[in-house]
């Protein structure tokens, strides 16, 4: 994806801070492929900056927004980090999406609005 592209994407989503990959449409709906940038990671217990990667999570398939009557979903590319000074493990992109939720949190606001 072109650089001006795929940065026009991540602002009509309201991604900052997401890379964005591939977009694919279907009958469902429009899929986009996004991954979290490792810029800036930090841990969330002790904001500790001294991190390495612990493995990977499956990609997850999350709805987004509405756009034209047709559903945006993200499937959503995490990686596990772990703090080498407090030992704790966590992923990143938990800002986007509560756990076990197949919903964003800007869908949710959506929905309720």
């Known amino acids: 994806m072109a650089k001006s592209q795929e940065n026009g994407t991540t602002i009509l989503l309201g991604l900052k801070g997401y890379e964005v990959g ?3 449409e279907d009958s469902k709906g429009v899929t986009v492929e996004v991954r979290v940038s ?3 990671a930090c841990c969330p217990y002790c904001s500790g ?3 390495y ?3 990977a999570c499956l990609p997850r398939k999350v709805l987004h927004s509405w756009s034209n ?3 945006v979903y993200l499937e959503l590319y995490r990686q596990r980090w772990r703090c080498r000074d407090c030992g704790h493990s966590f992923y ?3 800002k986007l999406v509560r756990p076990y939720s197949r919903i964003t949190k800007q869908a949710e606001q ?3 609005w």
């Open 22 to 24: 591939a977009v694919k």
């Open 38 to 40: 490792g810029e800036g």
């Open 49 to 51: 900056k001294r991190l």
């Open 53 to 55: 990667r612990h493995g």
């Open 69 to 71: 009557g047709k559903k």
């Open 92 to 94: 990143d992109g938990a």
């Open 110 to 112: 959506e929905a309720l």
